[in-house]
Each structure stands twice: as C-alpha cells, then as structure tokens.
C-alpha cells in the first residue's frame, strides 16, 4: 500500500529525482539548442499577440506537471524568440552567448543568493571586488578608481550623474530638489551621437530631458570640442551651471570615439565632472594595439564598461569606476535598522553604492568566462570580429551600389544603398533592412545618421565566421536586387 505524501512534502519543493530528470533534460536542451541554433530561423514568423492569446488568461490555481510546463515552453514560447546567439544575427552589438556563461548562469541561479552585503554572501561581495579588479587592470585605470557592478550602462550613467548632481550642488541628497529655488539649472553635455539613456538619468534625478545639450559631432561622428565650449559658455552667460559631460567610446549607431582627452581639458577648465561612456567601445583596451582608445580615460571621474558588450559575459552585467569611489557612497549609503548587522565590520557592502539593495550574484558568470578563456582568448576573438567588419567594409567599397555611411573603427558597419536623391535613398534602405529581418536569415538594424536612413550591421558573437558574414552580404545584396 502507498504511503500517502506528509503535509511537509506536500509543500515543500518539486522531488529530488524529479528535479534532477529535468534538470538533465534542460542541459541537454540547452546543449542541443547551441549547437544547431544556426538551423532557426532568427525573427519569429508570429504575428503581434499570438504568444499572449496561446496561454491562460488566469493564472492557475494549482499546480502543474514540469513536462507539461517544458512542453508548452517548446511549443508557445520557444516559436516567439529572437536568436540574438544565431550566427547570423548582426543587430545592436552582437550576443555575447559562451558555453562558460550559459554554465555560469546555472550556477547563479543555483545559489540565487543576494549579494546586497558582505555578511549576505561573502563569496558575492568578496568575488565582485575580484573581477572589478581583474577587469581595472585589463582596462588600464589607476588605483585612484574603484568600481561597482549594475545590470546595465543605463543606471551606471545614472548613478555616476547622481554623484556629479551631489558634487555640484547644496546637500540634495537630504533636502532634494523640491522648492529650492536658489538650486542653479543644471546642464549636462553629451554629443548628438550619444546614448539617450543620459536623458533618461536626467529625467529620473530631476535634471530635467531638456536641460541635456546635444553637442554637434563632426564628420566622423565624434563630438565637436569647439562647439561644447561656446555651449557652455553661453550657458554660463544665462547664469546655468554646466553639470558633467558624457564623453563616449564606441556611440550606438557608428562606434564612434569622441576625443575624450580634448574634452577633459575643457571639464578641467570648468569644474566640469567627466564621465566616459565605453559601455561598448572599452572591450578595445584589452588590445595592446588599441591603446588609443583608452587616451583621456585618466582624467575622467567616472567611466562605464558593458562586458556583456564586447568581453563576452551574458547579459547583464554593466561596471562603473568611480575615481574617489566615497563620491559615489556618500551620495547612496543608506542602513536601514534591519540590515546594521548585517553591515556593520565589512570593508565593503556593494548596496551602499546605489539605489538597489538586492543585488544579483553577478560577478560569478564574469569570474567563470574570463578564466575560461583568458585576456588573450578574448582578445583574439576581439580582433577576429574587428577583422570581419574590415572585411565587410571591403565588400561594400567593392561593390558600386553601396556606400560607406560612417568610418569603420570597430565591429560596427554603417552603410546604404545608393539612390538619385535622398527621399528615395531613405526608403530603398529601411525597406531592406525590414525585409530582411522579416525572411529571419540575418538581422540588422537600421539607424539615422545626419537624418538619412542607413543600414547597420554589429558584429560579436564568437560563433560568427567569414562564411556566415558572406551569407549575410548575398542575402544583402539579394534584397538590394528586388528593391531596384
């Protein structure tokens, strides 16, 4: 006669042998899945709400058989995924997929410990120190900088802009913006070509989205020096306070790279904090031959790196360096009654250096990736991409239908079609762009530059080849064929 399950069983996790069936079943899927993902199609062929109208509108009330949850993942939710890992996807910046992450991220979620203070999980905290270390030297910052792990560029910008808000002003931190009207207005600077999450951070610390000044760039894209000083000088005249400039390596759209060494001459002039957006463009400075990239970067007073970019740690994970990193802690440490022991006699406890107290054990994929392949495996896979996109760049000067629409300095390539005006230009090159993303071949972007429409393709992925490359130029030049 079967013994009848205990209340305590009853409640308490899935059973241990089934777990571990699943848990074999998920690997081999996993394993699976990479090695064939070359064989799926790269955009879903589902149409808007289709994957919302396959599934329950409720929630269930009871619980449900893991083969029966896995099975409608392969059957709902699988069909509606973009393959950022798919070879052949050359939209935004590349995927970053390894083995050693997907492994990495296993483990995290293992563990799902919260790394908010060094009694919370020393390992966490004691690891992430480690990693900013590692990832300081290959960088080439002083020992004057320390650093800090978020999710993504985004809130690293907004938290470096919340420090330079606090060193420019009267205690915001305790008596905020609200009805004080002897605060200044404050500006911050960026280039045309900049990210727009700077307004977002503006939006979010009551700087305002308007009081963010797009620098002009100049013919390649990089932000015009001279123009940022009569910006700021004519700001000054109106009595508004200049806040910081963001100074970017790698922009979104060309990869371009202001001249960051040019600029912070002018925040030294004016008590200006600098901030150094290398979210994607500072994986280069693991390069001996790439130095340049790294020329200003000792002068800045804060600077953001994305591995999950360019040095091949999964999504997500963004590290901010914060030269006197007590700026940055001063602005944010806060320890609530419930959490002094936990922090009290630890060197360091990460939630005191923003606005999450929960953290994510982040710094264990980065820890596992970096030792599996090394600065050297890294930086070879680094110059193979640099090498495709010269390659594609090579193509398109080659062929007379293109054109280059901005230089080749990373693994970005800018590009369009050629037309007899500009109207039709813009049409002919985002009607490619869509409809190759619709056939889920390949997949690019398309972006603007100086207001015209241009196509753009990112490389990054370390499963990317010469021959995938080639696939994608005929498929290009396919559509370029029907769009004439």
Not at 145 to 162: E, N, P, Q
Request: include cysteine; aromatic fraction near 8%; glycine fraction near 8%.
């Amino acid at each position: 006669m079967q013994k009848e399950a205990s209340v305590s069983e009853k409640l308490g996790d899935i059973p241990a042998d089934e777990f571990r069936r699943h848990l074999h079943e998920v690997a081999d899927w996993i394993a699976d899945y990479r090695e064939n993902i070359a064989a799926n199609r790269i955009s879903p062929a589902a149409e808007l709400g289709a994957i919302g109208a396959a599934l329950p509108i409720s929630a269930p009330e009871q619980g449900e058989p893991m083969d029966g949850i896995l099975a409608d993942f392969q059957r709902v939710i699988f069909p509606g995924i973009t393959h950022w890992a798919h070879p052949q996807f050359m939209g935004y910046f590349g995927a970053t997929t390894t083995g050693p992450g997907i492994l990495a991220e296993m483990l995290t979620a293992a563990l799902n410990v919260n790394a908010m203070t060094w009694r919370t999980s020393p390992a966490a905290t004691e690891l992430e120190t480690v990693v900013l270390r590692w990832l300081q030297q290959w960088l080439g910052l002083g020992k004057e900088f320390d650093g800090v792990v978020y999710d993504t560029a985004s809130i690293s910008t907004m938290h470096a802009l919340a420090a330079a808000r606090e060193e420019a002003s009267t205690s915001i931190r305790t008596l905020g913006l609200s009805g004080r009207s002897e605060l200044p207005i404050f500006r911050i600077y960026a280039s045309d070509q900049a990210h727009s999450s700077i307004e977002k951070a503006a939006i979010a610390l009551g700087i305002g989205e308007h009081n963010v000044r797009r620098i002009a760039s100049d013919s390649e894209f990089r932000l015009d020096v001279q123009a940022l000083r009569q910006t700021i000088a004519a700001d000054l005249r109106k009595q508004f306070m200049p806040l910081a400039v963001v100074a970017t390596v790698g922009t979104t759209s060309t990869a371009s790279v202001d001249p960051v060494s040019a600029i912070a001459a002018v925040c030294r002039e004016h008590q200006i904090w600098l901030h150094v957006d290398a979210a994607y463009g500072g994986g280069l400075a693991l390069l001996p031959e790439c130095e340049w990239v790294k020329e200003g970067w000792d002068e800045a007073d804060s600077l953001v790196i994305n591995p999950h970019k360019m040095l091949f740690v999964p999504f997500d994970f963004s590290a901010l360096y914060v030269r006197e990193i007590a700026r940055l802690r001063n602005v944010f440490t806060l320890v609530p009654d419930y959490l002094r022991g936990d922090a009290a006699g630890a060197e360091i406890n990460y939630m005191d250096y923003g606005v999450q107290l929960g953290r994510r054990f982040r710094a264990l994929k980065a820890w596992i990736v970096w030792r599996a392949f090394g600065r050297e495996g890294i930086a070879a896979r680094i110059r193979e991409h640099l090498r495709l996109a010269q390659l594609f760049t090579g193509w398109i000067d080659d062929d007379a239908r293109f054109q280059l629409a901005a230089p080749t300095i990373m693994g970005v390539v800018c590009f369009r079609l050629k037309a007899t005006d500009d109207a039709t230009r813009d049409r002919l090159n985002s009607r490619i762009v869509e409809t190759i993303n619709a056939a889920g071949e390949t997949y690019l972007m398309q972006t603007k530059l100086r207001g015209r429409a241009v196509m753009r393709l990112g490389l990054g992925n370390l499963l990317t080849t010469e021959e995938h490359l080639r696939a994608v130029w005929e498929i290009i030049r396919g559509a370029a064929d029907s769009a004439a």
